[in-house]
């Protein structure tokens, strides 16, 4: 095996950053890409986040964006695209940033044909940046051929890092949705047999960190545009840190065996941050920054909730 687990070192914060204070190196050579989820609203909330980011890249000039699904919501006709993609993430438009959409339970298939979007007309597809391949699903509706699909990617990849995205997550501490236990069912042992770093779901409109799960790390990232305050449940044990005051997004930097990811709220302030190193064995140490009750805090605790999606074939 490549390795037997990654294990993970946070930094360790005695209060949290502003964006403008970089936890990740930002070395000249390193993948630099940002993320995030369930952006597709149009609303002020959701341009002051397009903004943040663009700021952001002014100090970390990541080049391309993954989009976790529900990247349209309500429409998808000429004037839904402009309203809730192409201005809010104008500056970073014009600045040539590559977005890589996701399908979630709100898009129209059709997005796949939507030439921003980057899917080249496909529902599932894969990317490489150097030696870091990302495999974009369609958790909507996960049949036989996407599984088949998964599973001769997985196997024709030697890439050293294998990151997964799509819609709905395999682990979740929220109340609202939970967990999709039948997609996990279907998608975690392949994950697990063909040995993926790391997976980024949306669906839940927060941010959250799992803590990993048979050597795979889980993050979601689902409050670009939307937001379900107060909805992470604490004390079921699987969240190393979260986030559920505000709107916000990531940034990731890979660089060799390290993976770098700073979570960041629509005010600008840094909510979780840490690096993923591989290989060797797992060690965890957590270190999520502390609750700033001027900005409604961080969430540190949490877990699984029980409910079932409709995968693994249609989670709509």
């Not at 979007?117 to 030696?131: E, I, L, S």
């Not at 697990?192 to 409109?205: K, L, N, P, T, W």
Request: proline letters at 5%; aromatic letters at 12%.
């Amino acid at each position: 095996m490549r390795r037997a687990f990654l294990w993970l070192l946070l930094f360790s914060l005695s209060m949290a950053p502003s964006a403008q204070e970089l936890t990740v190196p930002n070395k000249p050579d390193s993948v630099k890409f940002a993320v995030m989820g369930d952006t597709g609203t149009g609303s002020r909330k959701q341009r002051q986040v397009g903004e943040v980011m663009a700021k952001v890249r002014a100090m970390f000039p990541f080049d391309f964006v993954i989009m976790l699904g529900d990247n349209l919501y309500g429409g998808s006709k000429p004037a839904d695209y402009q309203k809730r993609f192409e201005l809010p993430y104008k500056a970073l438009i014009d600045a040539g940033v590559t977005f890589y959409a996701a399908l979630g339970n709100h898009d129209d298939p059709n997005e796949r044909f939507y030439k921003l979007f980057n899917m080249d007309g496909k529902q599932y597809y894969t990317f490489a940046r150097q030696n870091v391949r990302f495999f974009v699903l369609d958790s909507d509706y996960v049949d036989r051929d996407q599984l088949r699909w998964i599973e001769d990617e997985l196997t024709a990849s030697d890439d050293a890092w294998k990151i997964a995205y799509f819609h709905h997550p395999l682990y979740s501490s929220g109340r609202r949705h939970g967990l999709a236990a039948e997609l996990r069912q279907v998608l975690e042992p392949l994950f697990v047999r063909h040995e993926v770093d790391v997976v980024f779901a949306g669906h839940e409109h927060f941010y959250e960190r799992i803590k990993p799960q048979k050597g795979i790390y889980y993050f979601i990232s689902g409050s670009g545009g939307q937001l379900r305050a107060g909805n992470i449940r604490s004390g079921t044990g699987l969240t190393a840190a979260g986030f559920d005051r505000d709107q916000s997004f990531m940034i990731v930097e890979i660089d060799g065996d390290d993976l770098y990811f700073q979570a960041i709220a629509r005010t600008g302030r840094t909510v979780d941050s840490g690096v993923i190193h591989q290989p060797e064995h797992a060690r965890l140490t957590s270190g999520a920054p502390d609750p700033d009750p001027q900005d409604n805090g961080a969430l540190d605790g949490g877990g699984v909730s029980g409910q079932k999606s409709r995968a693994p074939l249609g989670c709509r």
